[in-house]
Structure formats: structure tokens, C-alpha cells
């Protein structure tokens, strides 16, 4: 649901002056009220989407500021824009910036923080549109309206000065000008409806670069250049930040420790300078005729040929005093020739390339990790300090793989949670977790408060579930209500982007024929046989279990056809049944005794495929 269709009858801001009377498909009646004066205002959705954007981006707009952005650039009547500073209300009403939602009967469950699990079919998409929901908090539906208003604080890539509207106009214009498409199209081979589609800010910086170095065209080749310089830059702020998505994915083998947190031991390391390890080689406050002494019993060793060198042993060792005492004396009090002087002469340089070097030592201590649970829930503690604290995900992959009952533990009662998104009923934290939280979001503070933990309402809990799973460990009727179900469906008409290639013969010829295959009516052939065999809509495969985009033209071959959806059928969907094979194989399958996947893979005929899914 978009921003401008969020607000409700008998919506109103904390201070009265904007009320929701009436709504329909197009548009908002609206009370003003200010300072006495009262009046009924018709207001567009369409409009108010567009204040909607832009706020989103520049929160502290004002309604004439707002107005000069937006005024001209679509086909709403530019006498709309009259209202603007109401508009700047309405908007952030929607929004939340200044007044929460407070609708009447609305009946569509906490406006703040959700649990939701996505589940469906083995490749329905599950994944994608998790990331849909989670990037959908900070990614706007116009992203032409917030470029407009980031172009209009930006400044010049060549002056220091803000840019002129007229400069941001021919800029808006280059993003749509044929021209500047057929130049990316040319130069750079990448072929787009439009600039503002693409979003990878590296694919960006080589169009910029390679359209810069262009002979031809050199004024659109120039505008083109200084759209891009801007857009990069303003996608970097644009891109939802990640930093705020916390994923993990349950197996038979996760528990509370791997979800939520626990000791363990870990390496803890200290940079010190190499320096205080070599002057602690030697004891200090030794007197010259000590350190001679020192120089002597090994000068003693060498000439025994005890051991190899040891006055370089002694000269790091003792290097620390070479300053402090004349290395002649030492070795004259030594008994020691002119050429050592020479070798205590060269530890000495040594050791004073050495003192400067860090040097890193580590060991072993015991210290709470926290895992995904435990990041999510301080992070959104964190954020948690405003009236409009940003969002916070915690996405959990294949949540039926796990125990949940396990994995969750006293957690499990967090899950109820009040309209605003917070927990009904908060837990106390085990004294690990507790003092860890008390160490990284302060004694006392709102996230465990008495001890206490509670879901803050910007925690956003989205599970993915994949139907054809048998799970060992089912979950029960009470943790599953705690979560909003939304089932994700096949879409057969994204599928239908690819085709399915296939080489068949007819007739009993050798020579085979190339057929394409519309690989969403494959889908529902199949999907239709496995319906039908198992009783169960729950095998059935989705849209994207190929991920056909990877494919030239989206063109699925075989190979990966049999690898992926054929091996799927044999060892999963019909693993104990022969029924499959025998209908797969038809009449092959009982000349020499029964015929398995296997069998696909040593004899390349794909005719089976085809009578599979009844290509004609």
C-alpha cells in the first residue's frame, strides 16, 4: 500500500488542524482548522504522494520550498499546489513525522512492528519479496520527485554554488532525452527505457566513464556525464541501508544459543610496541661494568664454540644500554677485540628499527556473542530514541527447518504484541544476556529496563517458510498465531518471461527439432500433474526454482531442466512412488526393468520431457 492510500476516516493530527472526513479512490476530504478559521479541502492522492516523496527525503520542507519543486513537473493542475503548506501536514500525518495514525475501526492490525512469515512453493519467491518488504521502508515510489528535490541543495561539480533551476530542469530533461538514451545505448551497451531505472551505482560509473571519453556529441555527451555525476551520488543515499537487516537461517541444528546469544571462548588481542618486549629482555638498571660482564661470558662461549654468534643474542638483548654506555667501553672492559664493536654496532641499528614496530599478542578469554536475535533487538533499541525511529529487520530463512520451541525459548512470549507494535508481555533476561545488554544500551535504559525485554515497535520480525519442507520439528498452533501468515503465489506470468529449450525428434526420426518452450504453461502442466498425484498443492514449483535470468535471451536449457526440476520430481515429489516414473517413461520404463533419473543422464532424450509436458 502506497503512503497517500494509508490514511483513514477520522484520522486527525495531535493538534486538530488536519482531519480525514471523507476518502475515495482518487481523493481525501479534508477538515482545516486553524487558529478559528475552519474549511473543507478536496486533495488528490496523487498529489499528496508527491509531498509524500519528497518529505521523505527532506523532511524539514516547507510548503513554499515544496511548491517551487514540485510545481510543473507532472500533470497536476499547478493551481493544487496552492495548498502547500496544508499539504505539509497532510503528508507527514501520513508519514508519522509529527502525529502517529490514530484511525477508528480500521481493523488493519499494529501500525508498528509485525511478525510475519512468507510461504509458498519451492521457488515462489519467498526471498524476494522479504527483500521487498524490507527495502519498501526506504526506498520511495518516485524517485524522480526526491532526485528533483536532491538536485536543488547540490552544487555544481565544477562551481562552488548551489544549483540554478534552470540547470536542474535540463538535467531532469537529459534523464528522458532520446538523445542521451541512444548515446548509453551505443557507447556503453546497455540498453535502459530509462537512467532513473538504473539503480547499481557501479554500472553507473562505467556509463559516466565511458560516455566522458566520447568524441561525438559532445554536448549531450557533457549533460549526460553531469546527470550521472549527480545520480551516483544521490543513489548512495538513496539505497536502502542493509546495515539495519539482520538475517539467519534455522536448520535442525539451531538452538537459543545460536539464535540469541551465549558465552564463548574468543581470541582477545593487544597491539603493544615491539619495544616493551625488548627492553624486557634485560633487567633494568644494570651498571656498564654489569653489561661488560655480560658481553664477556658470551664473548667466552663463542671462542668455546658453544654456540653460534651469542654476541648478537647479547647485542639485542643489551641494546637498550648502548645509548646510555659507549658500546668501545663495554667491549674494552669485555676483553674483546676492535672488530666487535663493529657487530654490537650493527644490533644496535637493529634494535632501533625494531622499537617503533607494534606488535600484536593475543589469548583466550570468555565473552558473550550475540547472534541475530540479540544485534537486531539492540540495534532497534538504539534507533528506538525519536519520534520516528527507522526500522529494523530481523529476516529468518526457512524458519519450519528449525525446532522453533527450541530455538525461541521464553522469547516465544515477546511475540504478542499490542497495536503499536511492542510487546503485551515483556520477559526477563537471563543474567548473560542482561548484562550484556546493560553493557551495550546502558544500565536502566529502555531495552531492559528492570531486566526486562520488550520488542520495541521498529523491530520487524519476517520469516520465510517453503511448503514442500518436511519439517522434523512442526511448529505448534500457538507459535504460528502469533505470526501473520501471507502466502506467496506462483506467477505464472513471470515465468512466462522464459522459455524452455528442447531438442526432440518426431516420428521416430533421428533428426531432432529445436522447440521453445513458454516455460509459465510448463509450470502449470506440471504443476497441474503434481496436484493432481499427490493430492497436495504443497510440491507444486515456483516461478523462480530456475533462475532463469542468469540464461542468454531467458532460455532455460535442458541440462538444467533434468539437474533441478526432473532430479526434484524423482527424489522428493515422487520418491516412493513409482507411478511418476512409469508415466515419465511410459513404455520404456518396463522393457529392461524399471528405469530411474539416472537413467536421463546416461541417454539424452528428451522426448520423455516433452510428452511430460505435452509439447506438441
Request: glycine share 8%; charged share 25%.
Given at each position: 500500500m502506497k503512503e497517500c492510500e494509508i490514511l483513514q476516516i477520522g484520522d486527525k493530527s495531535s493538534d486538530g488542524r488536519v482531519e480525514i472526513v471523507d476518502k475515495d479512490r482518487l481523493c481525501y476530504l479534508i477538515k482545516s482548522s486553524n487558529k478559528g478559521a475552519v474549511g473543507i479541502r478536496t486533495i488528490s492522492k496523487k498529489l499528496l504522494q508527491e509531498y509524500i516523496d519528497l518529505i521523505k527525503i527532506h523532511p524539514d520542507v516547507s510548503g513554499n520550498q515544496a511548491r517551487d519543486l514540485l510545481c510543473g513537473?507532472?500533470?497536476?493542475?499547478?493551481?493544487?499546489?496552492?495548498?502547500?503548506?496544508?499539504?505539509?501536514?497532510?503528508?507527514?500525518?501520513?508519514?508519522?513525522?509529527?502525529?502517529?495514525?490514530?484511525?477508528?475501526?480500521?481493523?488493519?492490525?499494529?501500525?508498528?512492528?509485525?511478525?510475519?512469515?512468507?510461504?509458498?512453493?519451492?521457488?515462489?519467491?519467498?526471498?524476494?519479496k522479504v527483500n521487498e518488504a524490507v527495502n519498501s521502508s526506504t526506498t520511495s515510489s518516485n524517485i524522480e520527485a526526491d532526485f528533483k528535490a536532491y538536485l536543488a541543495q547540490q552544487q555544481s561539480p565544477k562551481q562552488d554554488r548551489t544549483l540554478e533551476d534552470s540547470t536542474i530542469k535540463v538535467y531532469l530533461g537529459a534523464l528522458k532525452s532520446t538523445e542521451v538514451l541512444r548515446i548509453a545505448s551505443e557507447h556503453v551497451g546497455f540498453n535502459v527505457a530509462s537512467l532513473l531505472e538504473v539503480r547499481d551505482v557501479n554500472k553507473l560509473?562505467?556509463?559516466?566513464?565511458?560516455?566522458?571519453?566520447?568524441?561525438?556529441?559532445?554536448?549531450?555527451?557533457?549533460?549526460?556525464?553531469?546527470?550521472?555525476?549527480?545520480?551516483?551520488?544521490?543513489?548512495?543515499?538513496?539505497?536502502?541501508?542493509?546495515?539495519?537487516?539482520?538475517?539467519?537461517?534455522?536448520?535442525?541444528?539451531?538452538?537459543?544459543?545460536?539464535?540469541?546469544?551465549?558465552?564463548?571462548?574468543?581470541?582477545?588481542?593487544?597491539?603493544?610496541?615491539?619495544?616493551?618486549?625488548?627492553?624486557?629482555?634485560?633487567?633494568?638498571?644494570?651498571s656498564i661494568q654489569e653489561v661488560a660482564d655480560e658481553l664477556k661470558k658470551a664473548l667466552k662461549r663463542n671462542a668455546e664454540g658453544l654456540e653460534a654468534r651469542p654476541y648478537h643474542t647479547f647485542g639485542i638483548k643489551y641494546a637498550k644500554y648502548f645509548d646510555e654506555y659507549s658500546t668501545k667501553e663495554i667491549i674494552e672492559r669485555a676483553g674483546g677485540g676492535e672488530s666487535f664493536r663493529t657487530e654490537l654496532d650493527k644490533c644496535k641499528a637493529i634494535y632501533k628499527e625494531l622499537v617503533g614496530v607494534p606488535m600484536k599478542t593475543g589469548h583466550i578469554t570468555y565473552s558473550f556473542v550475540p547472534q541475530a536475535f540479540t544485534n537486531a533487538y539492540v540495534k532497534a533499541w538504539q534507533l528506538n530514541n525519536n519520534e520516528k525511529p527507522a526500522p529494523v529487520y530481523l529476516v529468518i530463512e526457512e524458519i519450519n527447518r528449525g525446532n522453533c520451541a527450541q530455538i525461541f525459548g521464553d522469547i516465544f512470549q515477546l511475540l504478542d504484541r499490542d497495536n503499536a507494535g511492542v510487546s503485551k508481555y515483556p520477559i526477563k533476561a537471563d543474567n548473560d544476556l542482561r548484562q550484556y545488554l546493560e553493557s551495550v544500551l546502558g544500565k536502566g535504559a529502555a531495552g531492559i529496563k528492570n531486566g526486562e525485554l520488550l520488542l520495541p515497535s521498529n523491530l520487524h520480525i519476517i520469516a520465510t517458510m517453503n511448503t514442500s519442507d518436511q519439517s522434523l520439528f512442526p511448529m505448534d498452533s500457538a507459535f504460528k498465531r502469533r505470526w501473520e501468515q501471507k502466502y506467496i503465489p506462483i506467477d505464472y506470468e513471470d515465468a512466462s518471461k522464459a522459455k524452455l529449450v528442447l531438442e526432440i525428434s518426431k516420428d521416430g526420426s533421428e533428426n531432432k527439432e529445436v522447440v521453445e518452450v513458454d516455460w509459465g504453461e510448463a509450470l502449470k502442466t506440471l504443476n497441474s500433474y503434481i496436484k493432481k498425484e499427490t493430492g497436495s498443492p504443497n510440491k507444486m514449483i515456483g516461478n523462480r526454482f530456475i533462475d532463469?535470468?542468469?540464461?542468454?535471451?531467458?532460455?532455460?536449457?535442458?541440462?538444467?531442466?533434468?539437474?533441478?526440476?526432473?532430479?526434484?520430481?524423482?527424489?522428493?515429489?515422487?520418491?516412493?512412488?513409482?507411478?511418476?516414473?512409469?508415466?515419465?517413461?511410459?513404455?520404456?520404463?518396463?522393457?529392461?526393468?524399471?528405469?530411474?533419473?539416472?537413467?536421463?543422464?546416461?541417454?539424452?532424450?528428451?522426448?520423455?520431457?516433452a510428452k511430460l509436458l505435452k509439447v506438441q
Open positions: 513537473q507532472s500533470d497536476v493542475d499547478k493551481f493544487q499546489y496552492g495548498y502547500s503548506s496544508f499539504l505539509i501536514d497532510v503528508a507527514r500525518l501520513a508519514l508519522g513525522y509529527k502525529d502517529r495514525i490514530k484511525a477508528a475501526n480500521s481493523g488493519n492490525g499494529a501500525a508498528g512492528g509485525c511478525n510475519e512469515i512468507y510461504y509458498g512453493a519451492p521457488g515462489a519467491g519467498k526471498s524476494h560509473v562505467d556509463i559516466k566513464a565511458e560516455v566522458s571519453q566520447t568524441e561525438a556529441n559532445k554536448t549531450s555527451n557533457n549533460r549526460l556525464t553531469a546527470v550521472i555525476y549527480h545520480y551516483i551520488n544521490f543513489l548512495k543515499q538513496y539505497i536502502p541501508d542493509n546495515s539495519n537487516v539482520f538475517r539467519t537461517t534455522f536448520h535442525p541444528d539451531s538452538d537459543y544459543a545460536s539464535f540469541v546469544g551465549a558465552y564463548k571462548p574468543t581470541m582477545k588481542y593487544q597491539t603493544t610496541p615491539l619495544a616493551d618486549a625488548l627492553n624486557a629482555l634485560a633487567p633494568d638498571g644494570l532463469f535470468d542468469k540464461f542468454p535471451d531467458r532460455k532455460i536449457s535442458y541440462s538444467t531442466f533434468r539437474d533441478k526440476v526432473l532430479f526434484y520430481l524423482f527424489s522428493d515429489v515422487f520418491k516412493d512412488n513409482d507411478s511418476f516414473a512409469q508415466d515419465f517413461f511410459g513404455e520404456d520404463f518396463g522393457e529392461e526393468g524399471k528405469m530411474f533419473f539416472e537413467d536421463l543422464c546416461e541417454d539424452d532424450n528428451q522426448n520423455y520431457t
